[in-house]
């Protein structure tokens, strides 16, 4: 009797860690829904040839050799590899994949990722044209310690870097006629984008007709705070390590936001999507937060789908840490964007969600 018990205690704790490990979607009305298994295995199937793709066969490669990325690019993707100017006189360095689609995503990297860094979304992304670019101060031509003095030169913590989003649509419009042009930013990049779409749509102007924000950034002031408290988050967003006890004090949290401020000269505080998301309102947005995510929690994430205007928005809740699901479970992640890409809206996208 005793055996029996243990065990049906042990199964039905074994079922609540599946349970807790569950993709969820949250719709506008904020229902909150658990991803079915067998939704799950129909993306398993539907896109289990990425397992074979070479750069998912070899993520070590993506990460450590990001100018042989390029030029793998460049030879069997035939990208084109050139600069676009923004009003403000950055060139952005920039990877075109023209595969003749009627689509085009634009990829937004994270801040200190490279544009080759994101090789892995070529090939989620397969059936669309790309268009992926370096934020100012990035280049992977440089070594790591040129790039540190170009970051701190060029970057300004998404104070201005709308205007090299307006300048890469602005490119994309004037080299081709697409019937979409989607967004998809990663962590920084999400931010920046949010940001540029919110702005343009204050002014009645149109920018992307859908966007992905992926393990968002609610605000840099946020972030840095958190850099503050562990520096090791800054080269491992997934689990830091340097949490000491004397980086705990609000004396030390001052003192990296003044050194912060000084080497970017910006205001910190201001950096936020707060004043942006009320303003984004006529296009469908699809978040893609991590429950184990330690750099950006739920509540910073509840706090931005809540803020967001928009009624054409969906979320999901992914079982893990920063920015990992496109590697930790890539067959649902290139389902749910791919599917949301493709539907008219929100309700029909839902709707691949149930069988």
């Known amino acids: ?11 039905s704790f074994s079922f609540f860690l599946f349970a807790q490990d569950n993709w969820k979607f949250i719709d506008s009305g904020n229902n909150k829904i658990t991803i079915s298994s067998e939704i799950k295995n129909i993306a398993k199937k539907q896109y289990s040839f990425l397992n074979e793709t070479r750069y998912f066969k070899d993520r070590y490669f993506v990460k450590k050799y990001p ?5 793998k690019l460049l030879i069997e993707e035939k990208a084109e590899h050139f600069f676009i100017k923004t009003k403000d006189n950055h060139n952005l360095n920039s990877l075109f ?10 990829i937004g990297p994270g801040l200190i990722q490279l544009k080759e860094h994101m090789a892995l979304f070529t090939q989620i992304f397969a059936d669309y044209d790309l268009l ?13 310690l040129k790039r540190f003095f170009f970051l701190l030169e060029d970057c300004r913590l998404g104070f201005r870097e709308e205007n090299d989003v307006f300048a890469v649509v602005d490119w994309i419009k004037n080299k081709k006629r697409y019937g979409k042009i989607i967004g998809f930013g990663s962590c920084y990049g999400a931010f920046i984008f949010a940001k540029a779409q919110a702005i343009k749509e204050k002014k009645k102007q149109r920018l992307f007709d859908k966007l992905i924000l992926f393990c968002c950034w609610p605000s840099v002031e946020l972030i840095l705070k958190k850099y503050s408290h562990d520096p090791k988050l800054m080269i491992d967003n997934q689990k830091g390590g340097w949490n000491y006890w004397f980086l705990q004090y609000d004396f030390c949290e001052r003192l990296f936001f003044c050194i912060a401020q000084s080497l970017f000269r910006v205001d910190i505080k201001k950096l936020t999507l707060d004043q942006h998301l009320e303003y984004i309102k006529k296009i469908p947005v699809l978040f893609i937060h991590h429950s184990k995510d330690i750099l950006i929690d739920n509540n910073n994430f509840e706090n931005m789908f809540a803020k967001l205007a928009t009624d054409e928005k969906v979320a999901f809740i992914a079982p893990f840490p920063h920015a990992r699901a496109h590697i930790l479970d890539k067959e649902f992640f290139a389902y749910i964007c791919n599917n949301f890409i493709v539907s008219e809206n ?7 969600l149930v069988c």
């Open 132 to 144: 992926i670019f370096d934020w100012p101060g990035h280049d992977a031509s440089f070594s790591a």
């Open 346 to 352: 929100c309700a029909n996208f839902l709707k691949t």
């Open 97 to 106: 994949l023209d595969r003749e689609k009627n689509k085009i995503i634009i």
């Open 67 to 71: 100018l042989k990325v390029r030029e």
């Open 1 to 11: 009797m005793k055996k029996r018990s243990l065990f049906f205690l042990f199964l």
